[in-house]
């Protein structure tokens, strides 16, 4: 059974910085996977914040780009979401995903997913 467990969610101010980290356990070719983050704001769709796959390739969301850096550690099967110069904007839970599809030009969300880890950023 694969499980995905969020953490590093908080309340902060307009500014500053957060780092995300997604801890995955059970058998899966994790490194060979591509893993991703999305977000979800009360009355809004879930939406892609960034992937990387197995091979190191990386996407991002607009929203995001430039201050936004995902990073992997396959030997912690661990996944990170380095957030900085965070903005009211980017307050929403955020969830982790492995094992994205890209089916060009688009990346499809894979089949396990976190309970995610809520992000609050303040004026």
């Known amino acids: 059974q694969v499980q995905l467990v969020e953490s590093g969610g908080g309340l902060v101010q307009a500014g500053s910085s957060l780092t995300l980290s997604c801890v995955v356990s059970?058998?899966?070719?994790?490194?060979?996977?591509?893993v991703g983050w999305y977000r979800q704001a009360p009355g809004l769709q879930r939406e892609l914040v960034a992937v990387?796959?197995?091979?190191?390739?990386?996407h991002y969301s607009p929203y995001v780009e430039g201050r936004f850096v995902i990073s992997r550690d396959n030997a912690k099967k661990t996944v990170y979401l380095q957030m900085n110069s965070l903005n009211p904007e980017d307050t929403a839970r955020y969830y982790c995903?492995?094992?994205?599809?890209?089916?060009?030009?688009?990346?499809?969300?894979?089949?396990?997913w976190g309970r995610g880890t809520q992000v609050t950023v303040s004026a």
């Open positions: 995903n492995v094992g994205l599809r890209f089916y060009d030009p688009n990346w499809d969300y894979g089949p396990y």
């Open positions: 059970g058998s899966l070719p994790f490194s060979n996977s591509a």
């Open positions: 990387l796959s197995g091979g190191g390739r990386m």
